[in-house]
Structures are given as structure tokens and as C-alpha cells.
């Protein structure tokens, strides 16, 4: 089976089928990582990260994954799309949560009432930290590459991933819930 | 995410549509059941929503899918499918259908489905959040959506889950409602939620028991959101209800965050306006409103102008009536008392009268009269009966001659009539002058001579007179399309030739059907019918005297002539008695009717088209006459109150046009517009819609003019259904073609400037209000007195515009000239009431003494609680100033 670093290269000579192996291997996770944050602008914000990385295939220097690498075009793409959107050239991820980006309350999808208030809780984190648990946990990265999603220390991230999951914690107990974190979320690397 | 399974399909579609469009992989767009997915809309907590095409009857509709996991068969489903499919407001967003389907996918995974009609719009609460809004708009998208929960609640359905998002502002203007009876669906079996949204829900909502008061209360709830009051937990808590979930509003600053705003709403809604939506969100449901219906109309805060105007305005329907005909005599069974006139006891009054008058010749003079009538009486008895049983008897020609004497006989009856009436006045003129004004009478014996035909020509002119005679029709039918110039020209052409021949009944002919014409033309035809009416009446030319006259009468009535107007008629319908044609009597007894209709003498308006009807009965036609009269029939119903009765006449008389024209006939006009007038005045708004919009395909179909008035009124009804956008288009519409075909001062100018000024009104636009309402008021004012009643409508909207804009000073001037022409024409106390009550506001702001305006209010008061239905709004105004301004302490 090629390799994502081989699929892009002959997709960037022109092989469209080697560009379509490698979109159906990551579309999942990309939609939706953009599809509970913008709706229905995910199909457009999926498009744009798949071409912007065949264009940034330079930097995709092969040490880390393909899905990281594509997971950091996605967040910038995020970034971007809030920053224009808000008219907010210093939006940051770090302290505004989707909540605050005006996602509903009664748009978190669910198809059961723990999910629907798991996704609830979710929102009202800083994005980043969102991202970082959501990419942790659910799309399986490790703290290593969830940091160079975020171009930041892998030390940084670890300590992120306590915040997120102490104030998820606390989202959930205000929410009248009492959650064992290790048995409502998957298992991961211990922090 | 967690949530992998309800993006799913999304995720699907969206694979595909990206590797057909960026790798040029052919795939076929994702489908469920019988449904192709094209977009997707969105979603909300029960399901997703995506604009899909169905494949079985090749339509877009919106579909939603259900994340509910599909448990059991459809059927039940279907059944409240079926059950909301039936009802069609246009307050409501249409369901195709229901069920489940399954998912292309994976054929193991079935979604319940709901099919719908595809709305492009904003869901209330954005279209709120998305620009500041004056309240009397939001308020206004509201009422519309109340209508559509009304509608339902008639139709024996629940919402169930009633919220700001729940109710669709359409790009169309329209505003309807979405989603009902889904609670009931979606009541997940393992999530234990209540069914609803928490923070609209109705307190015994949450104990499962749902009925349309708790829509009523979720109404309320997000219409106290919307207005700006906030947070329903303290309004609820006032209540008495312990809020459900910590409802808060957005803050528009921090788009996030739920804020909790203070309990206040804001002061510029009025306080019943504050007031009907807390006893619509009372704990205990029997505690609110008994229906939404009550709660709307409490609701209608700016409606009371229009309402108060309603009924009286003209929608644009032309119609007719008139004044008490005699009745025709029998055979028998009348001798000697000649209807009445000269029967024992009235002999033995005006004995009396003259025996009284205590003059002393008064007992001679009674006695010469009284022989002399007596003779004159039997000489008309025997004649009538002579006549009578001649018209049994006889063929075609001798009933024609003994309707024609019995005209005649008619009119001696009541020249005899007028002359008793005149010697009951028993003063010393009457009593001398007596016997002279009986032998003043004119004779009976020649009513029964016969006659010969004057008006035939001479043989030597016959054809071209039969010619002349035929253009004159032509002109007729012209008049009839509208087309005004080349009536008149027709006409004009005759009446030379008849000029060149000498043949003057020809001439008259012309000189009425030239008058007439230019009066259809809203020109004046008073030269040309006079000097018909006057040659007519010289040459014995029944028909054409009674064609003038009736016109001339029209022409005077309306300008408050009536006196005149009333006089004229007479010699009109004597005329056409004496002339043998049926169809010229009927048409003067329905003119008649109208005079009657327009003096508001409504009784006697039906009482001539009783009559009218009986010749038709009697004389049927193969044309529209019986159709036209349907017509005039439903307008004098309408005027009365009846609608029933009106709607029966007009949907009759559209029925008899399209059986003779068929369906695409631009004759059907007019009528289809009285049929669409009559649903609106019955509150069928979607139907008075459609018939309107077929109206107007037919009359653009045809380019053919007066379609103004379907534009108005299609105006009217959009502005009901709350597309305020769609109406002031139509308006405008209306309002140009009445501006470039009966000109910039036409009093239809007038009333389309009041309809726009009071939709401009209602949506606080207050300077573009008082611009129309301006207008309306300056044409009406040139039009004096024609045009009273809509001048003083115009005043009032221009008084409220003014007020509204802060320029109290001349609002002041407006509505206190609206209050005395009020007066001066006569409208009820109630009706005065509303231009009074915005004049005391306007007062008031201006700092007027205050026990002068207490005064005042106490009054309005007293009239509108007397006035009763239809002004309880008002009632409800008078009294809040009054509680918040108690009397002033001497």
C-alpha cells in the first residue's frame, strides 16, 4: 500500500486517483473535526485543507504523520475562518470558546443525553483545549503529535490536556452530572 | 467530536460531492428512501435537515431526518403525517409527507422522515439577533405565527415545542410555523427528557400533559424574548413558575454567552401588551388566555387604526342600490282603494283633518273632494283592471301595450298620491286649494290609447339608422372593457349622423350613450345628458329619458346630491316602466340600488335587487346581467354584515361568468376579485390569495386595465398573512397603475396612500406613514365632501404618524380637523372615539391641562366600553392612562 508521502507526490503530478485514495483515507476525521464547529461550511473548509496541503507539501517533511500535518492546515483554516468572520485579526484559540464563537447550545449533535451533555460541556472550553482532547482522545494522536499540531512543547500540551479535562469536569458537575473522566472518555496517554 | 453517528450522512454526501469535484470521481448523490440529498440546511436537537429532491413526484422539499432511533412501524408516524398534512395556513409550513426511509448507506439504518415545503428564510431568533428591529415588527411576525398555532389548534393539533426557531421569517415576507406535533416524535424512549424545548416549555409540559394552552404559554414565552423582556425565569417566577432551565437571552456583545438581563422588559411595549403575555404565561393553564385567538387579537397593538377603519373603507368593490318601488297592483281585489291610498279609515282621516281646520267652508270643500276622487279612482280602477286582464289574455304585442298602461296607470297613482298626501296637510291652503289640485290631475282615460311607435324611422332611413343604432351598441361594449375613448367616439360619430338624417331619436340615443360614456370615463357628461333627458322626455323616448336619468341621478348621489339624486330616479324607473324592455327596468332598479347602497340605505338597496332579480327570473338573458346582478347582490350583503350571504352571491356569479366565458375570460376580473375580497373579510387568507393571484395572471394576461383593485387588495391580504415586504409592492404596484390611469388625484390614489400609510405605520416607519398618509389627506381635501370618510381616516394616520415623530404640535392640528369632519359626517361616538383618543395622547404630550384631558379619557372610556366588540384595544388604552394618571386632586 503507498505511503501518504507517496500519494501526495504523485497527486502533485497530476495522478488524481493517488489524490483520491489519499482524501478517502483522512476525509473522516477532517469533516469532522470542521463539521460540529461550522456546519455547513465544513464541505468548503474539508475542501480547503486537503488543497492546502498538496500546496504546503514542501513542508510536510515525512517526521511526523500526514494526519498531523493536516490537522494543523485545519486549525489555521478554523483560525482563519473565526478571525475574518468576527472581524478579529487577534482571535485566539486559547481563551474563546466555541460557545463564545456562537455555536448553540442546541446545535451540539447527540444521539444520546450523556453525548448531548459531554458535547455541551465541550463547548464551553477554550477551543484549543478542546481541539487538543478532542484530538487526544476521539482521533487517537499522541501528546507528541498533538503538539506539533499546535506548534507548541509537548510539555505544554500535556499540561493542557490536565486543564481540559479538570474543566470539563467542572462543566459537567455544573451540568448536574457526576462524570468518572476514565470512564466517560476513552483512554489515552496518562497526562 | 463524539457525536459520530448523526454526521454520518452529511459526511457522506460531502465525501462524495468533494471526490466528484476535486478527483472527478463519478458518484451519485447520496439518497434516502425515495429522496436524493442536494444541501444540507441544518439541524437542531431532534434532527438534521437537508434540501432534497423527490425522485417519486420530482420536488424540492426540505427533508428532515429524525436522529431518534427509528423503533416500531411507520404507521403511527404517518398517521400525525397525515393529520398535519391536512392543514394548509399560510402560517404553517406545508408537510408533503412521513415516515421512515431507508439510508442508501446501509440499508439497516431507516431515519423517520418528514417531508416539507422548502422555505428559504431565517428562523426567528436569528432573524431577531440579525439587525435591530422595531418591536411592532417583531410583534407583527409573531401575530402571523400565533395565526398559524391558531389554525392548528382549529384543526385539533398541538405544536408541542414551540420556540423562536421553530418559526421561519421566509424570504418571501411570509412567516410560518415548522415542525408541529415533533415533540410528540422525538420523546426519546432512553434519554428521559421531557418533550420540548426546556426553556419555552409550559410547567404541565413537563408532566407530559400537552394541549394548546402550553403553545399558548411557549408563545408567550418567546415573544417576551423577542420584545426584549428578559429573563422568562424571573417573568416565569412572577408568574408563579419556577423556571424550567436557566433561560437567559443573548447578550448581542458576547454572542456566547447567556446573560441574564434584568427582569424588565422594556418600557416602550405597552403595559397590555406586557399584560397579555404574563396572563398568557400563568402556571395554571385555565389561568391564561382561553384560546390563541383571544390572546392575538389582545395582541394586535397597532391594528386598532386599521381596524377601526375596516368595513368602512372600500376595498375596491363597485357595486349598486336604491329607493321603494311601488308595488304593482292586482286585477282585483283593490276597487275603489287604489292601493291603500283612498281606503275607508284614510277618508275618514282626512275628513276629519278638514272638519278641523275649523274654516268655514271647510265641510263644502270636503265634500267636492271627496266625489271628485271617488271619480277619478273608479275611472283609474276600471282602467287598470281593463288593462289587467288584457295582458292575461293577449299575445306578445298586448301584454307589451298593457305594461306600458300600467305604467301610465302607475303614474297617475302617484301623482294622486302625492295630491292627497299634500290636502292632509289641512291648513287653510290646502283645504281651498283642494279640489283645484284634483282636477289638476292628469287624466286616466288616455293611458289606455294606443300609441304609435315614434321612435322607428321612416322607411327611407331605416338601414342607416339600423346601422347607426349597431355602432351605438359598440359603444356600449366599449364602455363596458373600459375602454372609454373609443366609446366616446363611437358615440360622438352617431350622434353627427343622426345630425345629418334629422332622425332625433337616434340622436338622444346617442347623446345618453355619450354622456354615459364620459362618465364612465370619470369625465363630465352632465351637458350631453341633460340635453338627452330633456329631447328624451319631449320625444316620449322612455328608454333613453330613463338611461339619463338613472345616470344623472348616479352622477348626483355622488356628490351628496340627494335630494336630486332620489328625484331623478324616479323620473328614471317611471320611464322605464312606461317602456316596454325589461332589461332597461331591471338595469334602472339595480342604479337604483345603487343610489340606495351609496347613501348606506342598505335595506332598500336589497329591496331594489329583489326586484331586479325578478325580472331576471322572469326575463332570463344569455349574457352577464344575471351574473353582474350575483354581484350587486353579494356587495349589498357585504355592506350589511352578511358574508355568507355575500361570499354565496360572488363565488354564484363567478360560477355563471366562467360557465358562459370560460375560465381565462378577463371578464372573470371583477369577480374572482369579489370572491378573494370576501375570503379575506372572512379571515381565508391563503385562498383570498390564490383567487386574487389568478385575478391578476388574467388581468395581465389580457392587459387590460383596473387591476389595481386586485393589487390592492392582494396588498391587503399579504399585509394579513404578514409579508409586509410582498404588500408594499403590491401596494406600489397599485398605487402606479391607478397614477397612470385615472391620474395622481384620484381618490383610489387616496386610499392606496392610506393603505400604504398604515402599513408603513405598522411597521414604525413613521416617516414614510405620514408621507402617504400626507397624500391621501391632500387629495381628499380637493375632493371635499366626497370624500370625507377617507379624509378623516387620513387625518388620523397623519396625526398618529406625527406623534409618533415627535411633532406633537401638528399632530395636534391633523387629528383635531379629523375629529370635526368626523363629526360633521356623522360617525358613531366609537368611531370618532379613535382619532379622538390619539388627539388626547397628543394633547397630553403637549402638556394640555390635565383635568380637561382626564375629562377627555373618562369619556373615551365611556364610549368604547359602550362601543363593546371591536374596541377593547382602545378600551384597554383609555384605561391604562387612566390608572397610570389618576384624577387630579381638587
Redesign the interface.
Known sequence: MPSDRELLDAWAQGDRNAGNDLFVRHFDAIFRFFFNRVGTEAEEMTQSTFLGALEARDRFRGASSFRTFLFAIARNQLLLYFRSRRRDAKLTFRTVSMVDLGASVASALADSEERRLLSEAMLHLPVDLQLALELHYWEGLTTREVAEVFESPQGSVKRWLWRARKLLAEQLEARGVRVELDRAMPPGEPP | ???????AL??ER??R???A?????EAPALRVGRFELV???????HG?VFEARDLRVDRTVALKLL?R?VQGDAEPVRAEARALARLSHPNVVTVFDAGIATVELDSTVSRYFIAMERVHGDPADRWCEAEERPWSQILAVYLAAGEGLSAAHAAGLVHGDFKP?NVIVGDDGLVRVLDFGLAGWTASA????PRG?PGYMAPEARRGRVDARSDQFSFCVALWEALGGAPVGSALRGAGVEPVFPVGRRDPR????LTRIPARIPARIPARIVAALERGMSADPSRRWPSMDRLLRRLCARSPWRRAWIGLLPLGVVAGLWLAPPRTPECEGTEGSIGGLWDPSRVEQLRNRFESSGLPYATDAWNALERQVDEYVGEWTAARQQSCRDARSGDQSQRARADRQRMCLHERQRALAATLDAVAEADALAVRTASRMMADLPPVAPCLLPREDPLQPPPDLADAVARARARLMQAREHSRRGEHDRAIEHAQSVREIADSLGFDPLRVEALVRLGRAQEHAKRDGTEALDAALWQASALGHDAVEAQAASALALRAARRDQHERATRLMRQAEVAARRHDDPSLLREILIDSGTLARLRSRFDEAMAYLERAGELLAAHPTSGLERARWLRMVGVVHSNRGELEAARAAFEQALVEVEARRGPKHPALVDYLLSVGIVHEQQNELESARRILERALALGQADGSSASYNVLNSLGVVLERQGGFDQAARYYGRAKAQVELELGLEHPMAAMIDINLGSLMDRLDRDDEALEHFHRAAVICEDLRPDRDMELVAALHGKGRSLRALGRHRDAVDALATAVQIGGAIGLTPAMQGAPRMELAFARFALEAPWAELHAEFVELEQIFAEAGAGFEDELAEVRDWLVEHPAPAD
Do not use: W
Not at chain 2, 39 to 45: C, E, S, T, V, Y
Open positions: 467530536m463524539p457525536p459520530e453517528h448523526p454526521a452529511e459526511a460531502v465525501r460531492r468533494l471526490q469535484r476535486m478527483f472527478g470521481v444541501d444540507r440546511i441544518g439541524h437542531g436537537a438534521e436522529f432511533p426557531h432512553g434519554g428521559g427528557r424545548t458576547r454572542p456566547g454567552a
